[in-house]
Protein backbone atom coordinates (compact mmCIF):
# COMPACT_ATOMS: atom_id res chain seq x y z
CA UNK A 1 0.00 0.00 0.00
CA UNK A 2 1.14 3.64 -0.60
CA UNK A 3 3.05 5.19 2.36
CA UNK A 4 -0.25 7.71 2.87
CA UNK A 5 -2.89 5.06 2.87
CA UNK A 6 -2.82 5.35 6.24
CA UNK A 7 -1.66 8.27 7.50
CA UNK A 8 -2.25 9.49 10.52
CA UNK A 9 -3.25 13.17 11.61
CA UNK A 10 -1.09 15.52 11.91
CA UNK A 11 -1.60 16.45 15.04
CA UNK A 12 -0.19 13.40 16.50
CA UNK A 13 2.99 13.29 13.55
CA UNK A 14 6.78 12.51 15.98
CA UNK A 15 4.01 12.03 19.23
CA UNK A 16 1.86 8.91 18.81
CA UNK A 17 3.44 5.57 18.72
CA UNK A 18 2.04 2.32 17.14
CA UNK A 19 1.10 0.53 20.88
CA UNK A 20 -0.59 3.96 21.52
CA UNK A 21 -2.65 3.75 18.40
CA UNK A 22 -3.94 0.23 19.31
CA UNK A 23 -4.54 0.69 22.84
CA UNK A 24 -6.27 3.83 22.17
CA UNK A 25 -9.01 1.11 19.99
CA UNK A 26 -10.29 3.89 18.14
CA UNK A 27 -12.31 2.28 15.28
CA UNK A 28 -9.88 4.87 12.62
CA UNK A 29 -7.12 3.77 13.93
CA UNK A 30 -4.39 3.17 11.27
CA UNK A 31 -2.40 0.67 12.92
CA UNK A 32 -5.73 -0.98 13.49
CA UNK A 33 -6.44 -1.41 9.82
CA UNK A 34 -2.63 -2.43 8.90
CA UNK A 35 -2.50 -5.06 11.90
CA UNK A 36 -5.73 -6.75 10.98
CA UNK A 37 -5.17 -6.81 7.58
CA UNK A 38 -2.02 -8.89 8.00
CA UNK A 39 -3.01 -11.06 10.47
CA UNK A 40 -1.35 -9.31 13.32
CA UNK A 41 -1.21 -10.83 16.45
CA UNK A 42 -0.14 -8.85 20.27
CA UNK A 43 1.74 -9.74 22.85
CA UNK A 44 0.23 -8.38 26.13
CA UNK A 45 2.03 -8.62 29.35
CA UNK A 46 -0.70 -9.48 31.78
CA UNK A 47 -0.42 -8.14 35.25
CA UNK A 48 -2.02 -11.31 37.07
CA UNK A 49 -0.36 -13.84 34.86
CA UNK A 50 1.82 -15.34 31.91
CA UNK A 51 1.96 -13.70 28.74
CA UNK A 52 -0.98 -13.45 26.32
CA UNK A 53 -0.94 -13.46 22.64
CA UNK A 54 -4.47 -13.08 20.85
CA UNK A 55 -5.32 -11.46 17.38
CA UNK A 56 -5.69 -7.79 17.03
CA UNK A 57 -9.69 -9.01 15.91
CA UNK A 58 -9.46 -10.22 19.86
CA UNK A 59 -7.84 -7.71 21.40
CA UNK A 60 -10.01 -4.66 20.29
CA UNK A 61 -13.45 -5.37 21.91
CA UNK A 62 -15.21 -2.02 20.53
CA UNK A 63 -15.05 1.73 20.14
CA UNK A 64 -12.51 2.61 22.34
CA UNK A 65 -11.97 -0.57 24.37
CA UNK A 66 -10.05 -4.03 24.23
CA UNK A 67 -8.63 -6.57 26.83
CA UNK A 68 -6.17 -4.81 28.66
CA UNK A 69 -6.85 -4.71 32.53
CA UNK A 70 -5.32 -2.29 34.98
CA UNK A 71 -1.49 -3.25 34.90
CA UNK A 72 -1.63 -4.82 31.92
CA UNK A 73 0.91 -3.74 29.32
CA UNK A 74 0.97 -4.30 25.42
CA UNK A 75 4.49 -5.20 25.26
CA UNK A 76 4.62 -6.52 21.12
CA UNK A 77 2.78 -7.07 17.49
CA UNK A 78 3.84 -9.57 15.34
CA UNK A 79 2.59 -9.73 11.73
CA UNK A 80 2.98 -13.27 9.40
CA UNK A 81 5.52 -13.58 6.87
CA UNK A 82 2.54 -15.17 4.73
CA UNK A 83 0.52 -12.06 4.86
CA UNK A 84 3.29 -9.78 4.21
CA UNK A 85 4.01 -11.65 0.86
CA UNK A 86 0.25 -11.52 -0.45
CA UNK A 87 -0.99 -9.23 -2.78
CA UNK A 88 -2.80 -6.50 -1.40
CA UNK A 89 -5.46 -3.68 -2.13
CA UNK A 90 -7.60 -1.35 -0.27
CA UNK A 91 -10.27 1.95 -0.36
CA UNK A 92 -10.18 4.35 2.16
CA UNK A 93 -13.10 6.87 2.27
CA UNK A 94 -12.58 9.94 4.83
CA UNK A 95 -14.16 13.52 4.94
CA UNK A 96 -10.99 15.01 3.72
CA UNK A 97 -7.80 13.70 2.32
CA UNK A 98 -6.16 13.68 5.23
CA UNK A 99 -8.86 13.31 7.54
CA UNK A 100 -10.55 10.62 10.19
CA UNK A 101 -11.02 7.48 8.14
CA UNK A 102 -14.96 6.87 7.85
CA UNK A 103 -14.34 3.12 6.03
CA UNK A 104 -11.11 1.15 5.34
CA UNK A 105 -11.42 -1.80 3.40
CA UNK A 106 -8.30 -3.86 2.44
CA UNK A 107 -8.35 -7.10 0.13
CA UNK A 108 -5.22 -9.75 0.49
CA UNK A 109 -4.88 -12.77 -1.81
CA UNK A 110 -1.86 -15.43 -2.00
CA UNK A 111 -0.72 -17.29 -4.11
CA UNK A 112 -3.00 -20.48 -3.60
CA UNK A 113 -6.18 -18.54 -3.65
CA UNK A 114 -6.75 -17.94 -0.29
CA UNK A 115 -8.30 -14.47 0.00
CA UNK A 116 -9.04 -11.85 3.14
CA UNK A 117 -11.13 -8.92 3.38
CA UNK A 118 -10.64 -6.56 6.60
CA UNK A 119 -12.96 -3.89 7.77
CA UNK A 120 -12.11 -0.92 9.80
CA UNK A 121 -13.24 2.49 10.62
CA UNK A 122 -16.99 1.43 9.75
CA UNK A 123 -16.96 -0.96 12.67
CA UNK A 124 -16.20 -0.35 15.97
CA UNK A 125 -13.42 -3.11 16.32
CA UNK A 126 -11.65 -4.59 13.44
CA UNK A 127 -13.61 -7.23 11.20
CA UNK A 128 -11.77 -10.15 8.91
CA UNK A 129 -13.78 -12.14 6.58
CA UNK A 130 -12.11 -15.44 4.74
CA UNK A 131 -12.37 -17.03 1.83
CA UNK A 132 -10.93 -20.03 0.16
CA UNK A 133 -11.27 -18.97 -3.27
CA UNK A 134 -11.98 -15.66 -4.86
CA UNK A 135 -15.18 -14.84 -3.95
CA UNK A 136 -18.39 -13.45 -6.33
CA UNK A 137 -19.42 -9.91 -5.42
CA UNK A 138 -22.41 -11.50 -4.28
CA UNK A 139 -20.73 -13.33 -2.02
CA UNK A 140 -18.32 -10.69 -0.84
CA UNK A 141 -21.22 -8.46 -0.10
CA UNK A 142 -23.40 -11.64 1.58
CA UNK A 143 -20.71 -11.43 3.77
CA UNK A 144 -20.04 -7.86 4.73
CA UNK A 145 -23.66 -7.58 5.01
CA UNK A 146 -23.66 -9.66 7.91
CA UNK A 147 -21.60 -7.25 9.79
CA UNK A 148 -24.07 -7.03 13.32
CA UNK A 149 -25.68 -3.13 13.58
CA UNK A 150 -24.63 -2.91 16.89
CA UNK A 151 -20.44 -3.25 15.22
CA UNK A 152 -21.22 0.08 13.04
CA UNK A 153 -19.61 2.45 14.43
CA UNK A 154 -21.97 6.08 14.72
CA UNK A 155 -20.28 9.28 14.82
CA UNK A 156 -19.80 12.56 12.87
CA UNK A 157 -17.50 11.18 10.86
CA UNK A 158 -20.61 9.12 8.47
CA UNK A 159 -23.79 7.90 9.18
CA UNK A 160 -24.10 3.95 10.21
CA UNK A 161 -26.20 3.84 6.81
CA UNK A 162 -23.89 5.24 4.82
CA UNK A 163 -20.51 3.38 6.51
CA UNK A 164 -22.63 0.30 5.70
CA UNK A 165 -23.13 1.35 2.48
CA UNK A 166 -19.88 2.14 0.75
CA UNK A 167 -18.30 -0.99 3.17
CA UNK A 168 -20.55 -3.15 0.51
CA UNK A 169 -19.70 -1.15 -2.91
CA UNK A 170 -19.64 -4.06 -5.56
CA UNK A 171 -16.85 -4.45 -7.87
CA UNK A 172 -16.36 -2.63 -11.09
CA UNK A 173 -15.14 -4.02 -14.48
CA UNK A 174 -12.77 -2.37 -16.93
CA UNK A 175 -10.12 -3.74 -19.15
CA UNK A 176 -7.28 -1.18 -18.77
CA UNK A 177 -5.04 -0.34 -16.14
CA UNK A 178 -5.18 3.43 -15.37
CA UNK A 179 -2.22 3.99 -12.71
CA UNK A 180 1.39 3.63 -11.84
CA UNK A 181 1.89 0.63 -9.36
CA UNK A 182 1.49 2.35 -5.70
CA UNK A 183 -0.32 5.45 -6.86
CA UNK A 184 -3.32 6.39 -5.17
CA UNK A 185 -6.06 8.51 -5.85
CA UNK A 186 -9.13 11.13 -4.49
CA UNK A 187 -12.03 11.67 -5.56
CA UNK A 188 -13.83 14.58 -4.21
CA UNK A 189 -16.77 14.92 -5.70
CA UNK A 190 -18.22 10.82 -4.86
CA UNK A 191 -18.02 9.75 -8.45
CA UNK A 192 -15.48 7.28 -10.65
CA UNK A 193 -13.15 9.54 -12.37
CA UNK A 194 -11.70 9.19 -15.64
CA UNK A 195 -8.39 6.93 -14.26
CA UNK A 196 -11.02 5.20 -12.14
CA UNK A 197 -13.17 4.14 -14.36
CA UNK A 198 -10.11 2.43 -16.31
CA UNK A 199 -8.90 0.87 -13.21
CA UNK A 200 -8.29 -2.76 -13.53
CA UNK A 201 -10.76 -4.79 -10.95
CA UNK A 202 -8.96 -8.06 -11.47
CA UNK A 203 -5.58 -7.07 -9.86
CA UNK A 204 -6.66 -9.89 -7.14
CA UNK A 205 -7.60 -12.11 -9.23
CA UNK A 206 -5.69 -15.67 -10.95
CA UNK A 207 -4.30 -13.01 -14.05
CA UNK A 208 -2.38 -11.25 -11.55
CA UNK A 209 -0.57 -13.71 -10.16
CA UNK A 210 2.58 -14.60 -12.33
CA UNK A 211 5.26 -12.28 -12.65
CA UNK A 212 3.72 -9.60 -14.82
CA UNK A 213 3.93 -5.96 -13.72
CA UNK A 214 1.40 -4.71 -10.79
CA UNK A 215 -1.72 -2.77 -11.84
CA UNK A 216 -3.74 -0.54 -9.75
CA UNK A 217 -7.03 -1.43 -9.45
CA UNK A 218 -10.95 -0.10 -8.81
CA UNK A 219 -11.21 -2.86 -5.91
CA UNK A 220 -14.54 -1.69 -5.18
CA UNK A 221 -16.62 0.13 -7.06
CA UNK A 222 -17.99 3.83 -5.40
CA UNK A 223 -21.48 3.80 -5.63
CA UNK A 224 -22.96 2.63 -2.60
CA UNK A 225 -25.58 -0.20 -3.22
CA UNK A 226 -28.11 1.06 0.21
CA UNK A 227 -29.58 4.19 0.42
CA UNK A 228 -27.82 7.36 -0.84
CA UNK A 229 -24.86 8.29 0.64
CA UNK A 230 -25.67 11.61 3.35
CA UNK A 231 -21.46 12.17 2.68
CA UNK A 232 -21.65 12.11 -1.09
CA UNK A 233 -18.67 14.46 -1.53
CA UNK A 234 -16.42 12.16 0.63
CA UNK A 235 -12.45 11.48 -0.65
CA UNK A 236 -12.02 8.21 -1.85
CA UNK A 237 -8.24 6.71 -1.38
CA UNK A 238 -6.78 3.28 -3.07
CA UNK A 239 -4.18 1.61 -4.06
CA UNK A 240 -2.38 -1.59 -4.56
CA UNK A 241 0.71 -3.31 -3.02
Keep these: MPATALLASAKIW ?3 TVGGNICLSFPAGAMISLISALDGTVTVWRADGPDHVLPITDFVTGDSRNVLQPGDLLRSVHLPAHALT ?3 AYRKLAPSP ?4 SAVV ?3 RHADGEFVVSVTAATVRPMVFRFDALPSATALRDALGAIAEQDITRDVHGDPDWRRAVTMMPPSS ?4 GMAPGVSTTNTSGRLNESQNRMKPAALSDASLPTAPDMCIGWLAITPTGRPSTRANAVIIEGLR
Design 98 to 101: LGRS
Design 174 to 177: SATP
Design 86 to 88: ART
Design 106 to 108: IGR
Design 14 to 16: RTA
